[in-house]
């Protein structure tokens, strides 16, 4: 049975219940359950209690747990995309960012961050191959907000340039700052 714990404008934790006293050198398995409400910017915060020799602990854990987790990837023909990439033209729906490589400009391990990232690579999109174009679907309990993304390696500068279109402005901004601190 999930017992809620903490709950925000943003996000719901649930938690089962584990008992109050571990015995020293045990491990306890805790299962957390986490809903997103609406977008978020900021990793949830895990506060930990307990007491160790009679003094009140207390260890703030920053969970992995960014908006991307969230994404559905979505399959989409080039006409569909670049029908829904023209409709997400406003200004407030996209974000540019061009920066320096952080490491070696790798195919392979481009697309397996993308895909890790929680994005559908969609192949032969780009009129340049060597780009990439990915579509997803962010699901909150709220709404859904459609993600489109294109990264235009140039090898010879070492940079990328990384432009996101949603329907959402702080949706854009946020995934934005995630991806491009994986290049």
């Known amino acids: 049975m999930l017992s809620e714990f903490f709950s925000s404008t943003s996000r719901r934790f649930s938690v089962k219940p584990v008992d109050p006293l571990i015995e020293a050198g045990a491990q306890v398995q805790q299962i957390l359950n ?8 900021d990793a949830p915060v895990l506060n930990i ?32 995309f670049f029908q829904r990439w023209k409709q997400l033209g406003a200004p407030q729906q996209e974000v ?28 032969s999109v780009d009129p340049n191959p060597a780009n990439f174009v990915g579509a997803g679907i962010i699901h909150t309990k709220t709404t859904q907000v459609g993600c489109l993304l294109r990264l235009e390696p140039n090898a010879q500068a070492q940079m990328y340039r ?13 995934l934005c700052e995630l991806l491009s601190e994986q290049f």
């Open 49 to 80: 209690q307990f007491r160790y020799g009679g003094t009140l602990q207390n260890i703030a854990v920053k969970l992995p747990v960014m908006l991307n987790k969230f994404f559905q990837p979505t399959e989409m023909t080039s006409q569909d």
């Open 34 to 41: 986490i809903e997103c409400v609406s977008d978020f910017s």
């Open 96 to 123: 540019q960012k061009i920066f320096k490589a952080k490491n070696q400009m790798d195919i392979d391990v481009t697309k397996a961050k993308l895909l890790g990232f929680g994005v559908a690579l969609l192949d």
């Open 162 to 174: 990384l432009t996101l279109r949603t329907s959402k402005e702080s949706v854009s901004q946020r």
